[in-house]
């Protein structure tokens, strides 16, 4: 019980003995892990425990795989075939090869080559494209046939692309450092990992100052620091009280009657300065940062200040700050400063209303704060403004959402102790206290954000308001439904406050939206496409096809075309509009359909051609279209040295194809140009007149002509008519103007109720909490709290479950939509293609036919489409550069393998991920229509849409939050209500038998109901008359 345990804790303090050895054992502690992170962290203790670790992590994971191979071995000679289907299932790189041929595999993003790994050894390092793997090697023979397992522990990732998805690096699991380097040779200052023959496997070469990953220890430096600090003070403390003991009566040291009387101030006060120093200590040793490797908690990324140099570290302020504002909030009514205000002689003093009105400013502050750090906290963190976005597991929405509930929770805090100070005259509070306080706080808080300050100062005057009108009690300090109540009020004014401060903040959003978006298109280029320009254009010079093709005479420019076509512009660049011209060495068109020569053809493009870092590609922009870039590729053709002609390839950007993997794999962010697209209209004019547009908007208005005159408006964003405005000068006469739509007050109301259903689950986890733990009595005893408690809990479970149920739904019915879309789209493509691919196996069509074919059928139902030949290899595939980039290989993926081959499923689908980015990809099966025959396996990967996904969800939860919301809000108040006009019979009646006596005449109730209570009272009514009775018949004898 908690008597108990203050009682042991108030003895334990009183007995210097146990003080003094706790301060010297905590001090020892101290004094070891200090010296233990200064040996820790050297260099050569830090370097001798990475090589420890490292070796046994590996030694250990050789014998596992090693293990698992025997295991294999085994269970082969036992049932005389391999189990594809356990194999699929194993996280391990695993590989059988039957005489130099691959029979089996587990996984199918690396391929180990047979000539790397032929031989006769157990171990061995080898590179391949995607990395560097150390190979773990057993064979075995059966049936007179020769087998190789091979698996692959992989040592380092190496990819051409490092984005959000893929990143380069070495194995983490092995190898817990991003500083280190893998090679084949041995340097001094490197180590070495040697084969239990002691044979040289590889080494890894470790930075020079390297450091050990020793947060930990921060955190156990930092523990035994506080324990000596609150040893320390308990030791103060301790001898202070038995100084006031021994002295307590001598009117020669009045200190000690004067630390007697103020107990609770001098406690605040320790326990500020020791929360600063605690703090002080947390920002020195880097913590938590130097724990939890979170962005959030990152300085590397935002460097703000000193105090508060990430957005983590502003987190752990505000829990800091709330937790001694609780603590305020416990002691408040021992302190000096409450038995001032509140019993005090002369209430109307000077003194008094100054402690009120800065009280008052404090809360006002706060607020302010709460709002000021919302915007703070979506301005860093690029966060979207409505807050329904942000609904997942990421770790910086979750952080960002518990920073501003710990701002909410302080100003509750503060204006709970500000509401105990006003007392219940409110009027004259508002009349003196809160304008004058207001007037104040406004004229400091104007400067910083007028709109902001006014509406704190209105919403907190609600506030205050509503907890005056429902009678909520001033000085009742236990958390009860009274307090549960005014919180609940407290959370939706700071929620609703957060949810403006947002919208004041949506303007200069948009405006910095729509910058970006203007320098994307008219800067930034698209370093993919120009990277896939680049390798075409080298692919294309060393063609001896093609140059052989200029100097035959029978020359046909249109097989030239569709050769550079079908084998080199793969799925994604078939994403633009594409034009392959050729010209002989003179510069004459070759073209059949176009005679203009290579003079005139260039004189068309614009005067000013833009580099890219490829010295054969370029980017120009149209006159027709001023926004989006074009690619030029010119690419001269030699045949034995000599110049034989060119080939000039131009492309321009097409529609973005949403569900496909490929730019998303090969770019660090997924086409955030094209989403922004989606939100604006926009259009070029070239000397006033209109040239190129696009979007919903009527760029023809003659509002469009006022924003265009006005000089003063351009850079900035301009409000009119419901919408936003940009203006950007491109020069020579030519303007760009954005458009896009003010936010909407249904997204405001939507953050005001998703921030305020956050902040009242964690008060409802606190009013729990407190209740189960300290205030369980109060909750058996009290037939209010019971109405009230059981009145929101009935409220509360049909909306989490019908949420719940509705979010289930329209998920799992999207998810089934796109589901079914692909597969009805694989059954189409493999019919389309199954005589396509009949041909080429039967009648030995060309493959570039056939890529040809495939790559019409991807552009056609606009995804990526992959073959895969009856043993499981790559034949053809629309994207081409997925394989080339060493992010998957050239095998289908095994468990897709098993479910077509062997258990003649005909469509398979599965989520499967390269890197951290999860997609869709559906298998099926294609057989030849004449004879039945299976030709082949295809493959369409795709991923959910998730903004289409997230819209969905978001406007359901929308609508369930917002009605569930206002609901709440009048149930809350009408249970509130209801219950104390349902309890007030049972006070009456309380009160009435209190004041019952034998002497005084009792009086009967007047009720008029006939329920429930009715009844008790009538029976309450005759006991009295009996009662009166009984007295007469005394009185009478």
């Given at each position: 019980?908690?008597?108990?345990?203050?009682?042991?804790?108030?003895?334990?303090?009183?007995?210097?003995?146990?003080?003094?050895?706790?301060?010297?054992?905590?001090?020892?502690?101290?004094?070891?892990?200090?010296?233990?992170?200064?040996?820790?962290?050297?260099?050569?203790?830090?370097?001798?425990?990475?090589?420890?670790?490292?070796?046994?992590?590996?030694?250990?994971?050789?014998?596992?795989?090693?293990?698992?191979?025997?295991?294999?071995?085994?269970?082969?000679?036992?049932?005389?075939?391999?189990?594809?289907?356990?194999?699929?299932?194993?996280?391990?790189?695993?590989?059988?090869?039957?005489?130099?041929?691959?029979?089996?595999?587990?996984?199918?993003?690396?391929?180990?080559?047979?000539?790397?790994?032929?031989?006769?050894?157990?171990?061995?390092?080898?590179?391949?494209?995607?990395?560097?793997?150390?190979?773990?090697?057993?064979?075995?023979?059966?049936?007179?046939?020769?087998?190789?397992?091979?698996?692959?522990?992989?040592?380092?990732?190496?990819?051409?692309?490092?984005?959000?998805?893929?990143?380069?690096?070495?194995?983490?699991?092995?190898?817990?450092n991003e500083q280190i380097e893998i090679n084949n040779y041995h340097l001094e200052k490197d180590f070495a990992v040697l084969d239990k023959q002691g044979n040289y496997l590889f080494s890894v070469q470790v930075p020079q100052h390297f450091k050990?990953?020793?947060?930990?220890?921060?955190?156990?430096?930092?523990?035994?620091?506080?324990?000596?600090?609150?040893?320390?003070?308990?030791?103060?403390?301790?001898?202070?009280?038995?100084?006031?003991?021994?002295?307590?009566?001598?009117?020669?040291?009045?200190?000690?009657?004067?630390?007697?009387?103020?107990?609770?101030?001098?406690?605040?006060?320790?326990?500020?300065?020791?929360?600063?120093?605690?703090?002080?200590?947390?920002?020195?040793?880097?913590?938590?940062?130097?724990?939890?490797?979170?962005?959030?908690?990152?300085?590397?990324?935002?460097?703000?200040?000193?105090?508060?140099?990430?957005?983590?570290?502003?987190?752990?302020?505000?829990?800091?700050?709330?937790?001694?504002?609780?603590?305020?909030?416990?002691?408040?009514?021992?302190?000096?400063?409450?038995?001032?205000?509140?019993?005090?002689?002369?209430?109307?003093?000077?003194?008094?209303?100054?402690?009120?009105?800065?009280?008052?400013?404090?809360?006002?502050?706060?607020?302010?704060?709460?709002?000021?750090?919302?915007?703070?906290?979506?301005?860093?963190?690029?966060?979207?403004?409505?807050?329904?976005?942000?609904?997942?597991?990421?770790?910086?929405?979750?952080?960002?959402?518990?920073?501003?509930?710990l701002a909410i929770g302080i100003f509750i805090g503060m204006s709970r102790l500000a509401y105990e100070l006003l007392g219940k005259n409110w009027i004259q509070a508002i009349l003196r206290h809160y304008l004058l306080s207001s007037i104040l706080?406004?004229?400091?808080?104007?400067?910083?954000?007028?709109?902001?300050?006014?509406?704190?100062?209105?919403?907190?005057?609600?506030?205050?308001?509503?907890?005056?009108?429902?009678?909520?009690?001033?000085?009742?300090?236990?958390?009860?439904?009274?307090?549960?109540?005014?919180?609940?009020?407290?959370?939706?004014?700071?929620?609703?406050?957060?949810?403006?401060?947002?919208?004041?903040?949506?303007?200069?959003?948009?405006?910095?939206?729509?910058?970006?978006?203007?320098?994307?298109?008219?800067?930034?280029?698209?370093?993919?496409?120009?990277?896939?320009?680049?390798?075409?254009?080298?692919?294309?010079?060393?063609?001896?096809?093609?140059?052989?093709?200029?100097?035959?005479?029978?020359?046909?420019?249109?097989?030239?075309?569709?050769?550079?076509?079908?084998?080199?512009?793969?799925?994604?660049?078939?994403?633009?509009?594409?034009?392959?011209?050729?010209?002989?060495?003179?510069?004459?068109?070759?073209?059949?359909?176009?005679?203009?020569?290579?003079?005139?053809?260039?004189?068309?493009?614009?005067?000013?051609?833009?580099?890219?870092?490829?010295?054969?590609?370029?980017?120009?922009?149209?006159?027709?279209?001023?926004?989006?870039?074009?690619?030029?590729?010119?690419?001269?053709?030699?045949?034995?040295?000599?110049?034989?002609?060119?080939?000039?390839?131009?492309?321009?950007?097409?529609?973005?194809?949403?569900?496909?993997?490929?730019?998303?794999?090969?770019?660090?962010?997924?086409?955030?140009?094209?989403?922004?697209?989606?939100?604006?209209?926009?259009?070029?004019?070239?000397?006033?007149?209109?040239?190129?547009?696009?979007?919903?908007?009527?760029?023809?208005?003659?509002?469009?002509?006022?924003?265009?005159?006005?000089?003063?408006?351009?850079?900035?964003?301009?409000?009119?008519?419901?919408?936003?405005?940009?203006?950007?000068?491109?020069?020579?006469?030519?303007?760009?103007?954005?458009?896009?739509?003010?936010?909407?007050?249904?997204?405001?109301?939507?953050?005001?109720?998703?921030?305020?259903?956050?902040?009242?689950?964690?008060?409802?986890?606190?009013?729990?909490?407190?209740?189960?733990?300290?205030?369980?009595?109060?909750?058996?005893?009290?037939?209010?709290?019971?109405?009230?408690?059981?009145?929101?809990?009935?409220?509360?479970?049909?909306?989490?479950?019908?949420?719940?149920?509705?979010?289930?739904?329209?998920?799992?019915?999207?998810?089934?939509?796109?589901?079914?879309?692909?597969?009805?789209?694989?059954?189409?493509?493999?019919?389309?293609?199954?005589?396509?691919?009949?041909?080429?196996?039967?009648?030995?069509?060309?493959?570039?036919?056939?890529?040809?074919?495939?790559?019409?059928?991807?552009?056609?139902?606009?995804?990526?489409?992959?073959?895969?030949?009856?043993?499981?290899?790559?034949?053809?595939?629309?994207?081409?550069?997925?394989?080339?980039?060493?992010?998957?290989?050239?095998?289908?993926?095994?468990?897709?393998?098993?479910?077509?081959?062997?258990?003649?499923?005909?469509?398979?689908?599965?989520?499967?991920?390269?890197?951290?980015?999860?997609?869709?990809?559906?298998?099926?099966?294609?057989?030849?229509?004449?004879?039945?025959?299976?030709?082949?396996?295809?493959?369409?990967?795709?991923?959910?849409?998730?903004?289409?996904?997230?819209?969905?969800?978001?406007?359901?939860?929308?609508?369930?939050?917002?009605?569930?919301?206002?609901?709440?809000?009048?149930?809350?108040?009408?249970?509130?209500?209801?219950?104390?006009?349902?309890?007030?019979?049972?006070?009456?009646?309380?009160?009435?038998?209190?004041?019952?006596?034998?002497?005084?005449?009792?009086?009967?109730?007047?009720?008029?109901?006939?329920?429930?209570?009715?009844?008790?009272?009538?029976?309450?009514?005759?006991?009295?008359?009996?009662?009166?009775?009984?007295?007469?018949?005394?009185?009478?004898?």
């Open positions: 019980m908690p008597s108990t345990f203050s009682l042991r804790v108030n003895q334990w303090l009183q007995n210097p003995t146990v003080l003094w050895a706790w301060l010297r054992a905590t001090a020892l502690l101290l004094a070891m892990s200090i010296g233990l992170f200064f040996v820790l962290q050297s260099d050569k203790v830090a370097k001798i425990s990475f090589q420890k670790n490292a070796v046994a992590k590996l030694k250990a994971k050789i014998e596992e795989e090693h293990t698992s191979n025997i295991q294999l071995k085994e269970k082969t000679m036992r049932f005389g075939f391999f189990n594809f289907k356990q194999l699929a299932e194993n996280d391990e790189l695993q590989y059988i090869f039957n005489s130099g041929n691959l029979v089996f595999w587990s996984d199918n993003h690396h391929m180990p080559e047979y000539a790397r790994i032929k031989g006769s050894y157990t171990e061995k390092y080898i590179e391949m494209n995607s990395g560097k793997f150390l190979v773990v090697k057993d064979t075995f023979a059966f049936k007179d046939e020769f087998f190789e397992i091979v698996n692959l522990i992989p040592l380092y990732y190496s990819y051409d692309i490092n984005n959000q998805y893929i990143r380069s690096g070495p194995n983490m699991q092995l190898f817990p050990n990953g020793v947060g930990w220890l921060n955190v156990l430096v930092l523990a035994c620091l506080a324990f000596f600090l609150v040893a320390l003070t308990a030791n103060v403390w301790s001898v202070a009280q038995l100084l006031h003991k021994k002295w307590a009566s001598a009117k020669a040291i009045p200190y000690f009657s004067y630390f007697q009387k103020h107990q609770a101030d001098f406690l605040l006060l320790v326990l500020f300065w020791y929360a600063v120093l605690v703090r002080a200590l947390l920002l020195v040793f880097r913590l938590p940062h130097s724990v939890f490797n979170v962005r959030f908690f990152n300085p590397q990324y935002y460097a703000w200040h000193s105090f508060a140099p990430s957005p983590g570290d502003v987190l752990v302020h505000l829990f800091f700050v709330l937790v001694y504002v609780l603590v305020v909030k416990h002691l408040f009514r021992k302190t000096w400063l409450y038995e001032f205000v509140v019993f005090s002689a002369s209430t109307a003093s000077k003194r008094v209303a100054f402690i009120k009105i800065v009280m008052l400013m404090a809360s006002h502050w706060v607020l302010f704060f709460t709002g000021y750090i919302t915007v703070l906290l979506f301005s860093t963190l690029k966060l979207p403004l409505d807050i329904s976005e942000l609904l997942s597991l990421d770790v910086s929405h979750l952080l960002t959402f518990f920073s501003i509930i706080f406004l004229g400091g808080a104007f400067w910083v954000d007028g709109h902001l300050a006014l509406a704190v100062v209105l919403l907190h005057l609600l506030f205050f308001v509503f907890s005056w009108g429902l009678t909520l009690p001033p000085t009742k300090h236990s958390f009860d439904y009274a307090a549960l109540v005014f919180f609940t009020i407290g959370a939706l004014v700071a929620t609703v406050l957060c949810s403006y401060a947002l919208l004041l903040l949506s303007p200069k959003r948009d405006l910095e939206l729509k910058r970006n978006f203007i320098n994307q298109q008219l800067v930034e280029n698209n370093l993919l496409g120009e990277r896939l320009l680049n390798e075409i254009s080298e692919q294309v010079r060393a063609d001896m096809y093609i140059a052989n093709a200029f100097s035959n005479p029978m020359f046909s420019v249109n097989d030239m075309e569709e050769k550079v076509r079908r084998f080199y512009l793969g799925n994604y660049l078939n994403r633009y509009d594409i034009a392959v011209m050729a010209f002989d060495e003179n510069g004459l068109s070759l073209n059949e359909d176009d005679s203009r020569s290579f003079a005139e053809m260039w004189a068309r493009f614009p005067y000013r051609l833009y580099k890219t870092k490829y010295p054969e590609v370029l980017y120009y922009i149209t006159q027709q279209n001023q926004i989006l870039k074009n690619y030029l590729s010119l690419v001269p053709i030699y045949k034995y040295g000599l110049k034989t002609g060119m080939v000039l390839i131009d492309i321009q950007p097409k529609k973005f194809i949403p569900n496909s993997i490929l730019p998303v794999l090969l770019v660090d962010k997924k086409a955030d140009v094209h989403s922004n697209a989606n939100l604006y209209s926009y259009a070029v004019f070239n000397d006033g007149t209109l040239t190129n547009s696009y979007g919903n908007f009527n760029f023809s208005s003659d509002i469009v002509r006022d924003v265009l005159a006005d000089t003063f408006n351009y850079n900035t964003n301009v409000e009119l008519k419901g919408a936003y405005f940009l203006v950007s000068d491109l020069g020579i006469g030519r303007k760009i103007i954005v458009q896009s739509e003010k936010q909407s007050s249904w997204v405001v109301i939507s953050n005001a109720t998703f921030l305020f259903v956050l902040m009242e689950m964690v008060v409802s986890m606190f009013f729990i909490g407190n209740l189960l733990f300290f205030n369980f009595d109060r909750f058996y005893n009290s037939l209010t709290f019971k109405i009230q408690f059981y009145s929101v809990l009935a409220f509360f479970i049909p909306i989490f479950l019908v949420s719940g149920g509705v979010l289930t739904a329209v998920i799992s019915t999207y998810n089934q939509e796109l589901q079914n879309h692909f597969k009805d789209n694989a059954t189409n493509i493999a019919y389309t293609l199954s005589h396509d691919l009949e041909r080429f196996y039967m009648q030995g069509t060309n493959i570039d036919k056939l890529h040809e074919n495939i790559l019409r059928t991807a552009r056609l139902y606009n995804t990526d489409v992959n073959i895969y030949r009856k043993n499981g290899h790559l034949l053809a595939s629309s994207s081409p550069v997925v394989f080339k980039a060493g992010l998957m290989s050239p095998l289908v993926d095994p468990r897709a393998y098993f479910a077509i081959r062997q258990e003649k499923n005909k469509l398979f689908l599965q989520e499967e991920n390269i890197g951290k980015l999860h997609y869709n990809h559906v298998y099926i099966q294609v057989r030849s229509s004449e004879t039945g025959e299976e030709l082949g396996i295809i493959s369409i990967p795709f991923f959910a849409s998730g903004r289409e996904l997230s819209t969905r969800v978001t406007n359901a939860l929308k609508i369930i939050v917002n009605v569930a919301t206002l609901t709440f809000m009048v149930f809350l108040f009408f249970s509130f209500t209801a219950s104390n006009f349902i309890t007030y019979p049972l006070k009456l009646i309380t009160n009435r038998i209190k004041k019952t006596t034998l002497d005084a005449s009792n009086r009967p109730l007047q009720w008029r109901s006939k329920d429930e209570l009715g009844l008790l009272i009538r029976e309450y009514n005759l006991m009295i008359e009996k009662l009166e009775q009984n007295k007469r018949l005394e009185v009478a004898k």
